[in-house]
């Protein structure tokens, strides 16, 4: 990040909020010259909760890290849930401790009274200490304390019972939903084995947290659609020796077409002998490559990708590709590529080039796998041996 900008986004934020704070150090000094105790205890309060305003930040950095890690909507509000208890007790405690404290060190006993006088107080339990020569100060704290508790209450209350009562909507819902399928199975009277391959596809693609893609799909424009799909092939379209000249608006036009699938372990991807019409991208999960005659060749995985010359070569297939675990696949056929590089002329000129010479010079290293028939062309993967087309 440039430090231009992070000086600029500290200046408009949080810098006039330690500048305040910074009072706390020179009230220090002013209390030497026998300024007015009460006065002093609390501006030290006031501008230590100024301090606190920095916790704002701190909710932000929650939901970067909610998006970074992918956590929960559940684990986040029971994670600000309990910031907010932490924070209003330490601040509370600070608060009543400097007020009430008469002497200038720090005294252990001292503040665990005070700690424990406050979490009673905020628990609504006590009234705070009982003495026939309290001060006006010493008597207005306990009642404020007692009124910030049954607002506390209120607050722990309430997002106690939205994260409890989405959670169990959001369990509901799915269990309606396998429940429904489960019913479906059985009217249908699947067999065993593919009552299996279900629920390992649901498993595999909902993780456990089911979603209606289609209300996501009305939920989100066209163009944020084209982002996400966008994101989430970047790194395999890095892999791809053939689009690796073409400009970043040729590459999320054709990232715009692709086409995502879910593979269950045995489903065959590629068959030798169809002609190649699409390029496979390797989102997550494990596939095998074989021979016509299923010789195994090789495993790819996350972030491989296969097929591309067939977008711009009308061969058969003489390899198979088969799923050996649950797979996402994004696939991009060749009629959607040649209509966005029809506009492209020598791009497309370019990337045919590639393609004939990758495959001139690929197809020797491949005779020796698997015998070559005379009118087909066959060539290998860069990370082990894979069909092109």
Excluded at 180 to 185: K, L, P, Q
Excluded at 283 to 302: H, R, S, W, Y
Excluded at 307 to 317: H, K, N, P, Q, S
Aim: charged share 20%.
């Amino acid at each position: 990040m440039n430090r231009g900008e992070v000086i600029k986004h500290y200046l408009q934020t949080y810098f006039f909020v330690d500048l305040v704070s910074l009072v706390l150090q020179i009230a220090g000094f002013v209390h030497e010259r026998d300024v007015n105790l009460i006065v002093l205890k609390l501006l030290k309060s006031c501008f230590v909760i100024v301090r606190y305003v920095r916790y704002i930040w701190c909710l932000e950095v929650l939901r970067t890290l909610q998006l970074y890690y992918g956590l929960s909507s559940f684990a986040c509000k029971i994670i600000k849930m309990l910031l907010d208890i932490i924070v209003c007790l330490v601040l509370c405690i600070f608060i009543l401790y400097t007020c009430l404290s008469t002497e200038t060190e720090i005294e252990i006993e001292k503040f665990l009274r005070h700690s424990e006088n406050t979490v009673k107080m905020l628990m609504m339990v006590c009234h705070g200490r009982r003495s026939h020569n309290l001060t006006s100060l010493e008597m207005l704290l306990p009642t404020l304390f007692i009124l910030v508790g049954f607002i506390f209450h209120l607050a722990v209350l309430v997002q106690t019972s939205d994260i409890w009562f989405k959670y169990f909507s959001a369990q509901n819902k799915q269990s309606t939903v396998y429940e429904s399928i489960n019913a479906y199975m059985r009217y249908k009277a699947l067999p065993v084995k593919l009552r299996e391959r279900i629920y390992l596809y649901l498993e595999f693609k909902y993780q456990r947290h089911f979603f209606k893609e289609s209300v996501i799909r009305k939920a989100t424009s066209s163009s944020l659609r084209k982002e996400i799909l966008i994101a989430a092939t970047n790194t395999s379209f890095q892999n791809v020796d053939l689009f690796c000249e073409l400009p970043k608006k040729v590459l999320n036009k054709i990232r715009a077409h692709l086409i995502s699938e879910i593979l269950l372990p045995g489903d065959a991807l590629i068959r030798a002998g169809t002609i190649g019409r699409c390029m496979f991208l390797l989102i997550a999960g494990t596939v095998l490559v074989t021979t016509a005659e299923n010789k195994p060749l090789c495993f790819l995985k996350d972030g491989a990708h296969f097929g591309e010359i067939a977008l711009v070569v009308r061969l058969e297939r003489v390899i198979n590709v088969t799923a050996v675990s649950p797979c996402e696949i994004f696939k991009l056929d060749r009629q959607h590529f040649t209509v966005i590089m029809s506009k492209y002329p020598e791009l497309l000129k370019n990337i045919q080039n590639k393609a004939f010479a990758k495959l001139t010079q690929q197809v020797d290293e491949f005779v020796q796998f698997t015998p070559v028939p005379s009118n087909m062309q066959i060539v290998p993967v860069e990370s082990g041996f894979s069909e092109q087309f």
